[in-house]
């Protein structure tokens, strides 16, 4: 059997960051849970093998929120709400979420899932190309959330770092890419996404006004936060 954890030509995708026994030991210390919205948007992601963040995530982004008193966030790609769901919970009920998505039908379902989960208040869902929400939206964040398709996050990171209060946050996810950013053979699905990943980590890591550090939970989560002035 190939080392799962080394890429090699015969086996280029197939680096895992955490062992999913880890995996498994981390998500029985957060426990069950009987909120029938968080358990229902999973049942979804099962079914129509949608690329939510999982809870080990998702309890990762509520932590990292409340942890820097977030009140505002922009969420660049959003889908039907799932990472929301843990960042509406974080900002409380006199804070904003600001999500993105091109889909209608994907508002429609968060639209549903977060009014039920009584946090739809503090969500402002657009439909539109995340880039072109943001310009259009003024002010500063205290976080600025990556989730869009991966060719674009350098030019995400280019537009929100600035935006961004200091000692707010700048968080991505699928920094790892399955492991395509360390392998020396892999597959891209989009040609140019895996080169566009390992330039936007270099850049993030490489700005001397962010402090910067990749949980390896699930496919990578890049938390940068800006230095206070």
């Given at each position: 059997m190939a080392d799962l954890k080394k890429p090699t030509s015969e086996n280029p995708n197939s680096i895992i960051p955490v062992h999913p026994a880890i995996e498994i030991y981390m998500r029985s210390l957060v426990g069950k849970t009987d909120d029938p919205v968080l358990l229902a948007m999973e049942e979804l992601a099962r079914q129509k093998n949608f690329p939510i963040v999982n809870r080990l995530v998702g309890i990762f982004l509520e932590t990292q929120a409340i942890m820097v008193g977030a009140?505002?966030?922009?969420?660049?790609?959003?889908?039907?709400?799932?990472?929301?769901?843990w960042f509406a919970r974080a900002v409380g009920s006199d804070g904003q979420v600001i999500c993105s998505d091109g889909k209608l039908e994907n508002k429609t379902r968060a639209e549903q899932f977060l009014t039920s989960a009584d946090l739809w208040e503090r969500i402002t869902f657009n439909v539109g190309m995340a880039q072109d929400v943001f310009a259009q939206t003024d002010g500063v964040f205290d976080i600025c959330y990556n989730d869009v398709d991966k060719g674009g996050y350098p030019e995400v990171w280019r537009m929100a770092r600035e935006r961004i209060r200091p000692g707010g946050l700048y968080i991505a996810d699928n920094v790892l890419w399955h492991g395509r950013v360390a392998a020396e053979v892999y597959?891209?699905?989009?040609?140019?996404?895996?080169?566009?990943?390992?330039e936007h980590n270099r850049l993030i890591f490489d700005d001397p006004d962010f402090d910067a550090f990749i949980n390896p939970t699930r496919d990578g989560v890049l938390v940068a936060r800006r230095k206070n002035d």
């Open positions: 009140k505002r966030i922009f969420e660049f790609g959003s889908g039907y709400g799932y990472s929301a769901y597959t891209d699905i989009e040609l140019g996404w895996t080169e566009a990943i390992v």
